[in-house]
């Protein structure tokens, strides 16, 4: 196994990262795998691609752990969704989520703010 990737697969890593979903329907989509809400169904790949875009979140330790799943497309937001990060679910949507930083200044996924799942080209 190529060590760069062993702390992110190891089962036994422990996380202090605390989930916060600021939309209802984001919560019920990981719990439940479906949503109360008419407006946001999804196709079910997306759903399981949803799931595991906040699996991903819960096990990572630090921001740099998410640059090494390339199929995530980490990337922090500019322009009009400044201070937003995302992980790409599929090749058509994504999720948008808020970092939080310590009182040190280093960026560290202690609190992620899940905000919503978007249409990447709408």
């Given at each position: 196994?190529?060590?760069?990737?062993?702390?992110?697969?190891?089962?036994?890593?422990?996380?202090?990262?605390?989930?916060?979903?600021?939309?209802?329907?984001?919560?019920?989509?990981?719990?439940?795998?479906?949503?109360?809400?008419?407006?946001?169904?999804?196709?079910?790949?997306?759903?399981?691609?949803?799931?595991?875009?906040?699996?991903?979140?819960?096990?990572?330790?630090?921001?740099?752990?998410?640059?090494?799943?390339?199929?995530?497309?980490?990337?922090?937001?500019?322009?009009?969704?400044?201070?937003?990060s995302s992980l790409r679910i599929?090749?058509?949507?994504?999720?948008?989520?808020?970092?939080?930083?310590?009182?040190?200044?280093?960026?560290?996924?202690?609190?992620?703010?899940?905000?919503?799942?978007?249409?990447?080209?709408?």
């Amino acid at each position: 196994m190529n060590t760069k990737y062993q702390y992110y697969l190891c089962p036994e890593q422990i996380s202090n990262m605390k989930i916060e979903y600021e939309k209802e329907y984001l919560r019920e989509l990981y719990y439940d795998g479906k949503t109360t809400d008419k407006k946001h169904r999804y196709q079910p790949q997306v759903v399981n691609g949803y799931a595991k875009c906040v699996r991903t979140l819960i096990k990572a330790v630090r921001m740099e752990d998410l640059y090494l799943i390339k199929a995530l497309n980490y990337e922090r937001l500019k322009g009009n969704k400044k201070g937003l990060s995302s992980l790409r679910i599929n090749e058509q949507y994504r999720l948008e989520f808020r970092e939080t930083v310590n009182p040190n200044n280093i960026i560290e996924i202690e609190l992620c703010s899940l905000t919503d799942i978007t249409n990447h080209y709408k």
